[in-house]
């Protein structure tokens, strides 16, 4: 049967870009359905829905302020039960907890009207639009946390420098983690309060530490995302200065930890002199970052299970028993990966093994996965923008990653395949079981399946039943993701 694609749209109807992923996500599971997406019909989003092969005349036809349900589906049938479903979740009624503020919020002024002691404003609005109102939640003596991408870089140092001038702290733009006052915002796990305070430019950089820390038994004071590019030379650092100043004037926090992927020379430099000026301990872990001299009040650290450990001042346990060790293979070593920082992490340790790595994440020393010359371990960030137009992020629907390691599974040149499983609000409610369902099918000599899981029994998913079922599946389990690229490395034979 050959497929549809149907295309319905809401005229002036928005909604934020996590929930129109959730609901992406559950309209895309309906029978018959073979893709789905819903989101608002900005140029950018537009393009991503005709590259992908879900958009038609309707949503071509749509603007910017109107919501576009795409599905593709076998059959007009399917299709046309899919969009009558997404329009039936698009209706239901707010919780009870947010009913009173949903009927009276349609701006940021009336939204402060109904909750006058609210401190910060969380923007997650198209890019294009986003920039606009976290200057107003700015002029409103608000702290911004934008979650929107495809900010113009001009626009973010331009509202960091605002929020400087204010007194205000700017998180993000594509700030996807933060825990404030012991609230977990956007895609964050529910941790334990505590005296570490937390710095990072990757959100699952945070969420790996902030859990590894529970999971030993500390807690956080508080973990403050800056953004990817807060780090680079054009934003400066701006955020994780103004970030510094905030927690070196808290009480409450003992002991600072900064994370990030690669970042720049010349801004290492001017973060690590204001590390210095700081009467708190500190953590420095920048993935594949220069090495440079430290202050003496601060140690490095060159994995995210080293920062964590270097913060509560001891070793972290060695986690759950995995299965039987199987025999070394001779064969390469596959990562799938759904978290950035963790990907990043992973090539890391594997170089450091004297292995060559391709990844399509830029950490020096690995190639990139369309140059790799010679054979070399893969190390693939799914969770890339090539891998997410049009389609929700594999945190949220792992069906992209499903997909890929059922090939891997029967791919006789992998030797060892990676996995990351991030828990938290706002990712699926069960990937564990989607990885065991992919399992179920695999050829009988598939090669081993390591993972690590980044959550905490408080999350909705509680890290042990996930545990429990990659177990149950076989799957090799490791106390950290650094410690599952290392043990990765014990089991391939290059």
């Known amino acids: 049967m050959k497929s549809i694609v149907r295309n319905a749209v809401r005229y002036g109807c928005y909604l934020d870009s996590v929930a129109l992923m959730r609901l ?7 029978r018959g359905v073979e893709a789905a997406a819903l989101m608002m019909a900005t140029p950018a989003n537009k393009a991503m829905l005709a590259e992908a092969g879900l958009l038609d005349a309707d949503g071509r036809a749509a603007g910017a302020n109107d919501l576009i349900l795409a599905v593709r589906a076998e059959g007009g049938e399917a299709a046309k039960a899919a969009l009558a479903a997404a329009a039936q979740l698009l209706e239901a009624k707010p919780s009870a907890g947010n009913a009173a503020l949903s009927k009276q919020a349609r701006s940021l002024r009336t939204a402060l009207g109904a909750q006058p002691g609210a401190n910060l404003a969380l923007i997650s609005v198209p890019g294009d639009y986003a920039a606009a109102e976290a200057r107003k939640a700015l002029s409103c003596g608000l702290d911004v946390m934008i979650f929107s991408d495809n900010v113009p870089l001009a626009e973010e140092v331009a509202l960091k420098r605002d929020g400087q001038a204010l007194g205000r702290l700017v998180l993000g733009p594509d700030c996807g983690t933060a825990i404030i006052g012991g609230t977990p915002l956007a895609f964050a796990n529910r941790v334990p309060r505590g005296d570490i305070g937390l710095i990072g430019a990757s959100g699952t950089g945070l969420q790996e530490v902030s859990c590894l820390i529970a999971a030993a038994g500390g807690g956080i004071s508080h973990a403050i995302g ?29 002991h600072l930890v900064l994370i990030s992927k690669p970042p720049d020379a010349e801004v290492v430099a001017t973060v690590l002199a204001r590390i210095g000026q700081s009467r708190k301990r500190c953590t420095v872990c920048f ?46 070593i596959l990562g799938l990966y759904s978290g950035g920082s963790l990907a990043a992490e992973a090539q890391l340790v594997l170089l ?14 690995a190639a990139a996965l369309a140059s790799a010359a010679a054979p070399a371990d893969r190390i693939i960030d799914l ?4 891998f997410t137009r049009g389609r929700p992020h594999p945190m949220i629907d792992p069906g992209l990653r499903n997909d890929q390691l059922a090939r891997a599974l029967a791919d006789p ?10 828990l938290g609000l706002g990712a699926h409610p069960d990937p564990a079981r989607e990885v065991a369902s992919v399992l179920a099918g695999a050829p009988a000599q598939h090669p081993p399946v390591i993972a690590s899981v980044t959550g905490t029994e408080a999350d909705p998913q509680v890290r042990s039943r996930q545990i429990a079922t990659l177990q149950a599946s076989g799957v090799l389990l490791a106390p950290s993701n650094a410690g599952a690229a290392a043990l990765a490395v014990a089991l391939a034979r290059s």
């Open 383 to 386: 969770g890339a923008d090539e």
């Open 352 to 365: 450091a093994a004297g292995r060559a790595v391709a990844s399509n994440a830029a950490i020096p020393g």
């Open 287 to 332: 993935l594949g970052g220069p090495a440079m001299p430290l202050p003496p009040n601060a140690t490095a650290a060159a994995t995210l299970s080293a920062a964590a450990e270097a913060a509560l001042g001891r070793p972290i346990a060695a986690g759950p028993a995995t299965a039987p060790r199987p025999a070394p293979r001779r064969g390469l």
């Open 226 to 254: 800056v953004g990817s590019r807060d780090l680079g030379r054009e934003v400066g650092a701006l955020s994780t200065l103004a970030a510094i100043d905030l927690f070196d004037a808290d009480p409450a926090t003992a």
């Open 24 to 30: 992406s996500r559950e309209v895309a599971t309906l």
């Open 413 to 422: 040149s992998v030797a060892v395949i990676l996995l990351d499983l991030v």
